[in-house]
């Protein structure tokens, strides 16, 4: 079961009995929103100012790759591995939709050694903000939850 949900203008359905909580900072121009749905599965929103982007991250594609290597680089991760790259339609944008795995060295506070994690960056003109969706979940059979929620999650998503 799902839901819907709408706030500053961009909306998406997300999975029925998450717990939802904003970044303490959030505002219409930027910020992000956190669902969590127990140890299962986390998604993340988060939204800024695409000006401020364009510079460095020409289009989706480098945003994402720029985000990847920033995530390699954190000092809890112990492995990433990249799974799939791919470029997909989003409410009349090209998106870049990242698949990939991670394996934490800090279990207690990932609550979970092993993460599927797909991610996907979005660059409206529209709202002049740019998006990054991303739905993180166990490396077991909570990945098949994981996946269906983020693919709904990517079709339901509107920016504008």
């Known amino acids: 079961m799902f839901e819907a949900f709408r706030v500053y203008g961009f909306g998406f359905e997300y999975p029925k009995g998450c717990v939802i909580s904003f970044g ?9 929103i956190v669902m969590e749905l127990a140890e299962e599965l986390r998604i993340t929103v988060s939204w800024g100012d695409l000006e401020s982007k364009l510079p460095q991250h020409a289009n989706t594609e480098v945003h994402a790759k720029h985000s990847l290597s920033r995530l390699n680089k954190a000092s809890d991760l112990k492995e990433l591995s990249l799974v799939d790259t791919s470029t997909v339609l989003v409410n ?3 998106a870049t939709l990242t698949h ?18 797909r991610s996907l960056h979005i660059h ?7 998006f990054i969706l991303e739905a993180s979940s166990r490396v077991d059979s909570a990945s098949a939850d994981g996946a269906s929620a983020f693919r709904r999650l990517q079709e339901t998503f509107v920016c504008h």
């Open 24 to 32: 303490k900072k959030s505002l219409r121009r930027r910020g992000y």
């Open 92 to 94: 009349g944008h090209q």
């Open 100 to 117: 990939f795995r991670v394996r934490s060295a800090y279990p207690i506070l990932a609550k979970s050694r092993n993460r599927e994690t």
């Open 124 to 130: 409206c003109a529209e709202s002049n903000r740019f």
